[in-house]
């Protein structure tokens, strides 16, 4: 059996989501033709592996409220950004927290965290929260605003 | 009211079961049962809840979540210093390449950022040398290197 391919069906079956329905693997295994503890056994694997982050909801920052969306970037060092990161990660506000490359000499930044509020006010306390958390850690920071959507196509990655 | 009030259109019961499912969502026969019985609702209401939620956009999505570059994809966030006079014209550039998935300007000297997507990491690669070519600017690459965490917790 070449998991591969069963892998790419269930991907395309999923892609739009999980049907909503009592059971939703069931209709899954009725839709591809393929048994249902089977595809139970490949999402199991492909979340373990890494390949399915989680099976979840991805909420829409905006529609929930919060308008205000910065992308928080900071200058920390390389040696300790790992322990760094999770602690920024676990902060309720961040909803991606990320490693990124340097481009010195104009671009030292190398840790990244999207912050969300309602407000501006609450958007700056928020970046004040991580400044405390990164504390002797925190070597310059930043926050870019999105001022234009300039393309949007319907692609998800939880980037 | 004043106009930059957003009242959000969902209740607390919509947030808990919000935070609950970007946890995770079980593999089981009867899932949504599981989290409904977690939760104290029935399953019904679950369905009913996450529908809706769906419908109104206050969820995007709801099912597995992918990690393009574990699939064989690849993946990058690219940023461009891009002159006033010219952004609306590297503006089209850039966002005629289908790579392109999202794209948005943004207040720093590095002013448009944009994330690229293709089926190899090759193919990345050749992209970001082609919008290079083509806006005659310099194509920062900010492929991720970790990841902390992906998610948003609300107030229930």
Known sequence: MDFNDIDLRIMRATQAGLPLVAEPYQQLSAQLNLPV??????????????????????????????????????????????????QVGKLPF?????????????????????????????????????AQVLGGNNLGNDVLYSTRILKKTGFRSGL | MAKNVFEPAYDSIDAQLINFLQEGFPICESPYQQVATQ?????????????????????????PLYHAE??????????????????????????????????????????????????????????????????????YNMPKLNEYFVGLKLEA
């Not at chain 1, 490949?42 to 390949?51: F, H, I, K, Y």
């Not at chain 2, 939760?39 to 995007?60: A, F, H, K, P, W």
């Open chain 2, 70 to 139: 574990r699939m064989g994809g690849a993946l990058t966030l690219a940023a461009i210093k891009v002159p006033p006079e010219q952004f609306e014209q590297v503006t089209e550039i850039v966002n005629a390449f289908a790579q392109v998935a999202h794209n948005y300007a943004r207040n720093h000297e590095l002013n448009m950022w944009f994330v690229l997507a293709t089926e190899t990491q090759q193919a990345l690669e050749q992209t970001l040398v082609d919008i290079e070519l083509q806006t005659g600017l310099r194509v």
């Open chain 2, 39 to 63: 939760l104290g609702l029935s399953e019904n209401e679950v369905l009913t809840r996450l529908q809706t939620l769906l419908d109104d956009g206050i969820i995007s999505r709801f099912g």
């Open chain 1, 37 to 86: 503890d089977i595809i139970m056994a490949r999402l199991r694997e492909m979340q373990n592996s890494g390949v399915i982050r989680r099976i979840g909801a991805v909420p829409n920052h905006y529609r929930l409220g919060y308008v205000f969306n910065g992308m928080s970037v900071w200058n920390v060092p390389d040696a300790q950004i790992d322990a760094l990161g999770q």
């Open chain 1, 94 to 130: 961040v909803s991606h927290c990320y490693h990124r490359p340097r481009h010195l000499p104009d671009w030292h930044y190398n840790l990244f965290a999207m912050v969300h509020g309602r407000t501006q006010d609450e958007v700056n306390v928020q970046i004040a929260q991580i």
